[in-house]
């Protein structure tokens, strides 16, 4: 099993769309967990950090259920800008933080 | 915020020579940086954490004498593809904890190589 997987892309939909991405973790010894995301050929952005009740940003609601080892991104209101791939990434666990990425779910926001 | 630059952006070399790849924390000293390396359409691969002041640590499946690590300063650490394949060519991207605490890494912009 992958350390992390994500739902399988691409995602189009218009603007103004609800959209929803889920992913899930193997190592039950993460602690950390975020959503980034990465553009065309450039370096990944943080978006936001997941937390186990849940935080909002503005049009982005984040998940976790530690349980199920599952992490949720919710994108409200898709705007023409939010096409991107939205990488799932968890932290290993451990003294060194080391980060696991997920291959990515991209989203493509039409006009 | 916290910055992490990279040099240089973009190489083209001939196969079997070598390219040095510098990773810089501009406005913090990270002791520990990450290198990654991207495929198209791939995943982030974690390739190597980079300690300062100490051996890096491979993933497995990572050659540690053809990726050569130094970490020599609490703002600097290269990556040095020794040797370098077709196959070799990918997108690297570093990445750097601030020394003060918290759990995020800082990402540089990425240095794609192309190996002819």
């Known amino acids: 099993r992958k350390e992390v997987e994500q739902d399988p892309g691409p995602f189009n939909v218009p603007e103004g769309a609800t959209v929803a991405f889920n992913c899930t973790y193997s190592n039950s010894a993460s602690q950390s967990f975020f959503w980034y995301r990465q553009d065309c050929r450039k370096e990944p952005k943080l978006l936001m950090s997941?937390?186990?009740s849940g935080n909002e940003d503005g049009r982005f609601t984040a998940q976790l259920n530690r349980a199920s080892q599952y992490i949720s991104l919710l994108i409200r209101d898709s705007k023409l800008s939010d096409s991107a791939t939205y990488l799932c990434v968890v932290n290993r666990g451990g003294s060194q933080g080391n980060l696991i990425f997920g291959k990515g779910t991209k989203l493509s926001v039409k006009p | 915020g916290a910055v992490v630059s990279q040099h240089p952006s973009r190489v083209i070399c001939k196969s079997g020579t070598s390219v040095k790849i510098e990773c810089r924390s501009l406005d913090f000293q990270a002791t520990t940086m990450f290198w990654y390396r991207q495929f198209p359409k791939k995943s982030l691969m974690l390739m190597a954490t980079s300690n300062e002041g100490s051996k890096a640590t491979y993933e497995q499946g990572v050659e540690k004498d053809k990726f050569l690590i130094n970490h020599a300063s609490l703002t600097l650490s290269t990556l040095t593809v020794t040797s370098a394949h077709p196959e070799d060519s990918s997108f690297y991207i570093c990445s750097a904890k601030d020394r003060t605490g918290g759990n995020e890494q800082f990402f540089g912009p990425g240095t794609r190589l192309t190996v002819l």
């Open positions: 997941v937390y186990s």
